[in-house]
């Protein structure tokens, strides 16, 4: 069997699986940190507008697609966060289920007070 190089590449390429490249995939950018969910909410808006500007383009560019590359790692750090700040939310939501299913009345107050609190920040 005679492979030229590029072949051979695309060959190793096809047998080898992504997933073992996973792990060997280096960070290139750290992306914006989203310490807080409004910081996280403002990341996500900031990086979604500058991401359809791109897509927007006539033409889209190498440089353009390393941007986007960028950009994805600022998504990723906001939705983590995002995702932390609803599994915090649901985990209140079910304290308050469970009071109230046990007719908690005063901890029925205090945990929709804390709920409806916490969900105001999901609030467009």
């Known amino acids: 069997m005679n492979l030229s190089i590029p072949r051979l590449l695309v060959l190793v390429a096809v047998l080898m699986p992504a997933a073992a490249w996973a792990d060997d995939r280096p960070d290139h950018f750290e992306g914006a940190a989203s310490e807080t969910l409004e910081e996280a909410m403002e990341n996500v808006d900031r990086s979604n507008r ?21 950009l994805t790692y600022t998504l990723e750090n906001a939705f983590e966060r995002i995702d932390d700040e609803y599994q915090a939310l649901e985990e209140q939501l079910e304290a308050l289920h469970l009071a109230s299913e046990g007719a908690e009345t005063k901890r029925v107050r205090e945990l929709g007070g804390t709920y409806l609190e916490n969900a105001e920040r999901f609030e467009p």
């Not at 500058?50 to 960028?70: F, G, K, P, S, Y």
């Open 50 to 70: 500058q991401l359809a500007e791109i897509l927007a383009q006539d033409e889209i560019t190498m440089a353009d697609v390393a941007r986007i590359h960028e």
